[in-house]
């Protein structure tokens, strides 16, 4: 048995992983960025998308939903999030969330 071999990657992950990163720094530089929003983020966004699970990344072959669904996932996760962060406003640090 060699399950733990078993290595697959969501490209909707990396994806969304790219664009947070984008989007956060041009338009939303004011958002709470702490670990738990963030990754509240990326769970809103990948719920929204079809899972696109692949064995090897390829630079040559488009892997994933389109940018444009990714970035509409990624936008609708980001307002949810800053309209009711996981964690009270007053306290929008790590370790004020991993208490919760
Ligand atoms: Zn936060």
Not at 23 to 41: G, H, K, N
Not at 68 to 85: H, L, Q, R, Y
Not at 86 to 95: L, T
Request: glycine fraction near 4%; hydrophobic fraction near 40%; charge should be negative.
């Amino acid at each position: 048995m060699a399950i733990s071999r078993c290595n697959v990657i969501n490209a909707n992950y990396e994806r969304v992983v790219m664009v947070m990163d984008r989007v956060l720094q041009e338009r939303y530089r004011d958002f709470c960025s702490c670990p738990r929003c963030i990754s509240d983020i990326a769970a809103i966004a990948l719920n929204y998308l079809p899972p696109h699970y692949i064995v090897e990344p390829s630079g040559k072959k488009e892997c994933g939903s389109p940018w444009i669904m990714v970035e509409t996932a990624v936008f609708e996760a980001i307002d949810k999030v800053m309209e009711k962060p996981n964690h009270p406003k007053a306290n929008p640090h790590a370790d004020g969330a991993e208490r919760m």
